[in-house]
């Protein structure tokens, strides 16, 4: 195994505020602040996207169900299933075919 | 043996124009670029993915998703250094509450739990302790998910959920210590600052055992490549698990808490669990096995410098290279076969640049007729696993680590 216990001397890329440096430390850590991408494009429109808009895209966008691949409809089923109970998304019953409908007519398994 | 996969994605015209604005610095600024497409061969599709420059700290990344960000390293990327550039490191969060904006002064990482001394340490108080430094490949339990056959859901990740870096801070054990782990501790939990959108929802965790924890070799990383961590990759501090998968190398790292009970929360309970078979393997459909936590990294290896569908000149010497890791173990040889499996040499190996980091290897050959060949590479480790001959299938897509298959032709 090869290891080091070699100074590094940090580099702070990006701006900003009062680096909070030791005397005599080579490191210098530097506040950061970023802009993330919104990612706040809706569902491509059809039957029952509305649902999906509505259900889905407030804790992830819409190119994690776009990029899937063609799942079956029991496969579906149990993503949704898995967003409501394991990460307690609030999706009403009454909404939760709805949105496997949409997510069979974008990415369904003949 | 499975079907021929090839080891990385395909370029595109589009694909080519985003690397060539990529390596003049001028994506950012050429909104034609902007929109480069790449393709990934993954079986059945979609197989097409935006070419991103619009993440902080971050150049060119493939976009599997915006929010919470997934971004995948070119892999191309792999054929150009050992390690792998910050603004070039694959991304993953679980949850989408992730701090723009993090003050080194106000910055604290809380030891507490089953410990005689819970103070907070500030990143002045972590300088302090010795530095540690080391090599280590933090790699997606998912990598490669979009391979799988019968496909998973997931992120559909091709190769590039990996990413090779030095990590320098301070080892775990010594954070441990000037706290004071308390007899009977059973378990450290791991939290960062990301927050779940949702209030119910369960925040990111995972823990390791004690005796994992106080190995030497864990570690809480400050600076990676020698720069500080971009935000993205978990900028102030983060767990590095060496020979682990990167779900147990928590980001932002600001809250440690030694357990004196298993830890039950969702993400080590539930998620994140494999079969208990040798890399994670079983019949597509099985049911009703036994399931551990994701570990120890398996073996891989992969052709960086030839892809799939390349033309090559029969006879002419040829030189193949890439790179290799032994997961949780050092690389102990690299195998490569040009002729489909069927022969195998010894491939060059380059400088041991530490146990758990990418080894690169090379491999001079000639193919010996016109028509199609298959090339082939195979890691094998210091603890003498290897990678499998057909692919391993889990309902999670965790763990790939088939032999890959290069398909060129010979003219």
Request: net charge neutral; proline share 7%.
């Amino acid at each position: 195994m090869v290891r080091s216990m070699l100074p590094v001397t940090l580099v702070a890329a990006i701006a900003f505020s009062q680096p909070c440096a030791r005397a005599g430390s080579e490191f210098a850590f530097k506040s950061i602040s970023v802009d993330l991408p919104a990612g706040d494009s809706m569902f491509p429109k059809g039957p029952n996207s509305d649902a999906a808009d509505a259900n889905c895209l407030a804790c992830h966008s819409a190119g994690m169900v776009l990029n899937q691949p063609a799942l079956s409809r029991s496969e579906w089923q149990a993503e949704v299933n898995k967003m409501r109970t394991a990460y307690k998304a609030p999706i009403d019953q009454k909404d939760v075919e709805s949105i496997v409908d949409y997510l069979v007519s974008v990415r369904g398994k003949q | 043996m499975g079907g021929i996969i090839p080891p990385h994605y395909r370029s595109s015209r589009r694909h080519f124009l985003a690397r060539a604005g990529a390596a003049s610095f001028a994506l950012a600024s050429a909104p034609a670029l902007a929109e480069a497409i790449t393709q990934l061969p993954l079986p059945g599709g979609p197989d097409e993915r935006q070419i991103t420059t619009a993440f902080p700290q971050k150049g060119a990344l493939i976009l599997q998703r915006t929010r919470p960000p997934l971004l995948e390293t070119p892999f191309e990327v792999f054929d150009q250094s050992t390690f792998t550039p910050n603004d070039r490191f694959f991304v993953r969060w679980h949850w989408s509450g992730i701090p723009t904006d993090i003050s080194v002064d106000t910055f604290r990482l809380a030891v507490r739990g089953h410990v005689n001394r819970e103070t907070p340490l500030s990143l002045h108080d972590l300088l302090a302790l010795p530095r540690f430094e080391l090599a280590a490949v933090n790699q997606c339990s998912g990598n490669s998910r979009g391979y799988f056959q019968p496909r998973v859901a997931g992120g559909q990740w091709s190769n590039g959920a990996m990413g090779n870096a030095r990590w320098t801070g301070v080892r775990l054990k010594d954070v441990l210590d000037r706290a004071g782990v308390k007899a009977g501790a059973v378990q450290v939990r791991f939290k960062g600052l990301d927050e779940t959108v949702l209030p119910d929802a369960p925040h990111f965790m995972k823990s390791l055992d004690i005796d994992h924890a106080r190995d030497g070799e864990v570690m809480l990383a400050y600076a990676m490549n020698g720069e500080p961590l971009p935000l993205l990759n978990g900028f102030p501090l983060r767990l590095v698990v060496p020979g682990w998968y990167s779900t147990y190398w928590v980001k932002m790292l600001n809250d440690i808490e030694v357990l004196d009970q298993p830890d039950t929360n969702y993400w080590t309970q539930t998620a994140y669990r494999i079969p208990d078979t040798p890399n994670g393997d079983i019949e597509p459909g099985a049911t009703g096995g036994t399931t551990v936590p994701i570990n120890r990294m398996n073996p891989r290896s992969f052709i960086t410098n030839i892809k799939a569908g390349d033309k090559l000149q029969a006879g002419a010497p040829t030189l193949a290279r890439g790179i290799a890791f032994g997961g949780a173990a050092g690389v102990s040889r690299v195998d490569f076969s040009s002729d489909g499996g069927k022969s195998w040499t010894g491939a060059e190996l380059g400088k041991d640049e530490g146990t758990y980091g990418f080894r690169r290897w090379q491999m001079r050959f000639a193919l010996p007729s016109r028509g199609d060949h298959v090339l082939m590479v195979s890691c094998t480790n210091t603890q003498g696993e290897t990678q499998t001959r057909s692919p391993n299938w889990n309902p999670s897509g965790f763990m790939r680590n088939v032999v890959e298959q290069t398909s060129v032709a010979a003219t």
